[in-house]
């Protein structure tokens, strides 16, 4: 039975990455770098600051890089004043709340951005436990995180679902044998899947997820580990069942 989900927070509750590719560009044009979105796609999301720079810019020593990556940091906090969540994430917390599931945040985010984006986006209370790389022996795509979350949660891997929308973050989850559901904001889902996504999503609202989480609510979660969903083959009637089951009945919006 499902008994918690867990979230990524860059890329995955709040689309961010377009912040930090601004903030990215603008600070290594200092060093004469220039960046394009492959680039950052392919050297930088996803990753941990220290690899970043060093990666980047191995001229800098420990501390000159740690000063370059508390001034990017910086910089996004200023540029990320107006942060909002992806489309039905809302909707999916209170889903969680309705079924009394356990939620918790792993994220690679700097301290100082977690609280700043929890903060901003107003769910500073919405998770039962947050865990940041930080406190970890290693951060994303290592899965210690999640083996954190885990064991903070008195869960098994089995008993959860995770959300990631970046190649590390979908590694260090599938490392800690959680199904993980790909959020396709940032990267291509052919490429979330080929790193171990069982299925990709462009945000919340998209019927597979509700589709698969209503049906997690009643079925054992390995049982359906071999039953893709296919979204296309799916009667009126279930469209409606599922919409039901995602909007309060005041409200009968239903998804098209």
């Not at 679902?161 to 940032?186: C, N, W």
Request: hydrophobic letters at 45%.
């Amino acid at each position: 039975m499902l008994a918690a989900i867990l979230f990524d927070l860059d890329g995955t509750i709040v689309n961010t990455d377009p912040i930090h590719y601004r903030a990215w560009q603008e600070m290594l044009s200092n060093y004469s770098i220039e960046i394009d979105e492959t680039f950052y796609k392919s050297r930088i999301s996803g990753r941990l600051n220290p690899e970043i720079v060093k990666d980047i810019l191995p001229q800098l020593s420990t501390a000159e890089g740690q000063k370059f990556a508390d001034e990017k940091e910086a910089l996004f906090r200023k540029l990320a004043s107006n942060l909002k969540p992806l489309d039905g994430f809302s909707e999916l917390l209170a889903w969680t709340e309705t079924h009394q599931l356990k939620r918790a945040l792993v994220t690679n985010a700097p301290r100082l951005n977690a609280e700043f984006m929890l903060e901003v986006l107003g769910i500073k209370e919405a998770f039962h436990t947050v865990v940041l790389a930080d406190d970890c022996i290693a951060g994303k795509p290592d899965p210690a995180p999640y083996q954190a979350a885990l064991n903070k949660l008195a869960i098994s891997a089995e008993e959860a679902i995770a959300l990631e929308d970046s190649p590390s973050g979908i590694r260090a989850a599938v490392g800690a044998d959680i199904r993980t559901i790909g959020i396709a904001s940032t990267h291509d889902p052919q490429v979330l899947q080929e790193v171990g996504a069982f299925m990709a999503i462009p945000d919340f609202t998209d019927l597979q997820l509700w589709t698969l989480l209503n049906s997690l609510i009643e079925s054992d979660l390995s049982a359906i580990a071999s039953k893709p969903i296919n979204a296309k083959s799916e009667n009126v009637e279930t469209r409606i069942l599922a919409s039901l089951l995602i909007f309060p009945p005041e409200s009968r919006e239903f998804p098209v």
